[in-house]
T-cell receptor, first 114, second 110 residues
């Protein structure tokens, strides 16, 4: 079974631009979650999508948004990028509610904002 | 406040030695507790998931213990290998919310 894939793996953007990251979950998984990880920080939960609906949201500004498609693939968008948005963005999929089922993480997208 | 605290922050041990990482939590109510291993620059990989009724769970050389009364968990690594060098993260579930610890950075020296 193929694992969680994320594209692109690396990205360099300029402050003020916007960016879209993509995540393909493991086949059959319906829940996709997004996390931000900065150096020295733990994983910060962004949001969880299940069956195309946002089920949970962390404490991030509205510049961070996401969506999930009917095939469970998910995208995350960050608008008006700030230097502090430089981070590793991780996507995780699970069969159902991430709070009850095993989460499988992708390799992450390393975003650098200059 | 619902928190997960891990200790030590970092640990260096020699290859072949055992070690124990600690996780204390104040999360309530509690659904399950997880341990993840995260190699630098990569996504976390699940090691164990334990419900409140489980005391011990093993995954190869990794053994997690849970004391739901004292709200403490530990991850014991036996006969460490160089590939065990990573961050180990404790996560406690409260309802639909996953509360992540800051992790323990483990370095195995040859």
């Amino acid at each position: 079974k193929a694992g969680v894939t994320q594209t692109p793996r690396y990205l360099i953007k300029t402050r003020g631009q916007q960016v879209t990251l993509s995540c393909s979950p493991i086949s059959g998984h319906r829940s996709v979650s997004w996390y931000q990880q900065t150096p020295g920080q733990g994983l910060q939960f962004l949001f969880e999508y299940f069956s195309e609906t946002q089920r949970n949201k962390g404490n991030f500004p509205g510049r961070f948004s996401g969506r999930q498609f009917s095939n469970s693939r998910s995208e995350m968008n960050v608008s008006t990028l700030e230097l502090g948005d430089s981070a590793l963005y991780l996507c995780a999929s699970s069969w159902d509610r991430l709070s009850s089922y095993e989460q499988y993480f992708g390799p992450g997208t390393r975003l650098t904002v200059t | 406040k619902n928190q997960v605290e891990q200790s030590p922050q970092s640990l260096i041990i020699l290859e072949g030695k055992n070690c124990t990482l600690q996780c204390n939590y104040t999360v309530s109510p509690f659904s399950n507790l997880r341990w993840y291993k995260q190699d630098t620059g990569r996504g976390p990989v699940s090691l164990t998931i334990m419900t409140f009724s489980e005391n011990t769970k093993s995954n190869g050389r990794y053994t997690a213990t849970l004391d739901a009364d004292t709200k403490q968990s530990s991850l014991h690594i036996t006969a460490s290998q160089l590939s065990d060098s990573a961050s180990y993260i404790c996560v406690v579930t409260r309802g639909d919310q996953l509360i992540w610890g800051a992790g323990t950075k483990l370095i195995i020296k040859p």
